[in-house]
């Protein structure tokens, strides 16, 4: 079993922070994540990621969870790849629809269609990733991710969005295995999962 390490949901000073990530390493744990709020006296957590990523040799840097629809997909793309590249893969993207308007206000961000929204730019992040156009008629976004297709990114953040969005964590983790299973014949995005449950609660 691996066991991870959550920072504190606050702004650390760059010692404190480099002290905890430090203490976490030369442990027995296997990872550090960090949450995502906006509307709140805390670092933007793929600011801290970079930093952690830097500092560190072997953790599993985590977004638990990352609120993709107040961000533009394909910054977040970018900034992801460029993390997990940096970082020789250990970055694992936790993804979720974000639960507080407050956040969403001061983005700013639509907070009605978020989840229709969220489909959507996990297709395209995804396309970003395998080194494709990010829409008809646009270029590549570079660099692609050292894990490759990125795949790992959206399966990681697919069980907690779907417990975030309501659903039991059981169903949550038989629906990311169903995907999986799916996905070696139909080429759909891991958010149509997803969005096939809660689309009806958040429209």
């Known amino acids: 079993m691996d066991i991870g390490v959550g920072l504190p ?21 296997a990872s550090l994540s960090l949450g995502d709020r906006l509307a709140y006296e805390c670092h933007d957590v793929l600011t801290v990621l970079a930093y952690v990523a830097a500092i560190t040799s072997r953790l599993r840097l985590s977004t638990s969870v990352l609120c993709l629809p107040l961000y533009r997909e394909g910054v977040v793309a970018k900034q992801a790849a460029s993390i997990d590249r940096l970082s020789k893969g250990r970055l694992s993207l936790g993804l979720g629809l974000g639960g507080r308007e407050t956040d969403f206000a001061v983005s700013p961000a639509q907070w009605e269609g978020r989840g229709a929204r969220f489909e959507e730019q996990l297709a395209t992040m995804q396309r970003i990733w395998r080194g494709e156009p990010a829409f008809p008629g646009t270029g590549p976004v570079g660099p692609v991710p050292f894990t490759p297709g990125g795949l790992g ?25 169903t995907y999986r299973l799916v996905s070696y014949w139909l080429p759909i995005p891991a958010g149509g999962v997803a969005y096939l449950i809660f689309r009806r609660r958040y429209p």
């Open 153 to 177: 990114f959206v399966e990681a953040g697919l069980a907690g969005t779907l417990t975030l969005a309501g659903v039991t964590p059981g169903d949550a983790l038989l629906a990311t295995l």
């Open 9 to 29: 949901m606050k702004a650390l000073e760059a010692d404190e922070l480099a002290e905890f990530a430090h203490t976490i390493e030369s442990g027995p744990f």
